[in-house]
Nanobody, 118 residues
Framework: QVQLVESGGAVVQAGGSLRLSCEVSGITVQTNALAWYRQTPRNEREYVASINAVSYEHYEEAVKGRFTISRDSARNMVYLHLRDLRPEDTGVYYC????????????WGQGTQVTVSA
């Protein structure tokens, strides 16, 4: 069974940067499509970015050009690099399988909190 442990969240000022990490066990990051999601104070959980088995990256429109997803197959880790952070990026960030609808995913990590102050 997959296990996901997110880390790297912090309180940062607008315009700042962070790198979020996701330690994955139970599956191989190289051969699975994985994504980052976030739970914001305003909305339910939402998709942020994904990377598939052939390294195709996809981003939600609001983060395009500011966030970068990557993976380290040797460490079996997935990362999300956040730049030019905005207050609306505040939320709890989770990694998981890429799914058309996040509601079908049953296993989640604890997430990591990102707070962006104005």
């Amino acid at each position: 069974q997959v296990q996901l442990v997110e880390s790297g969240g912090a309180v940062v000022q607008a315009g700042g940067s962070l790198r979020l990490s996701c330690e994955v066990s139970g599956i191989t990051v190289q051969t699975n499509a994985l994504a980052w999601y976030r739970q914001t104070p305003r909305n339910e959980r939402e998709y942020v970015a994904s990377i598939n088995a052939v390294s195709y990256e996809h981003y939600e429109e609001a983060v395009k050009g500011r966030f970068t997803i990557s993976r380290d197959s040797a460490r079996n880790m997935v990362y999300l690099h956040l730049r030019d952070l905005r207050p609306e990026d505040t939320g709890v960030y989770y990694c998981n399988y890429l799914a058309y609808d996040w509601k079908i995913l049953t296993t989640w990590g604890q997430g990591t909190q990102v707070t962006v102050s104005a």
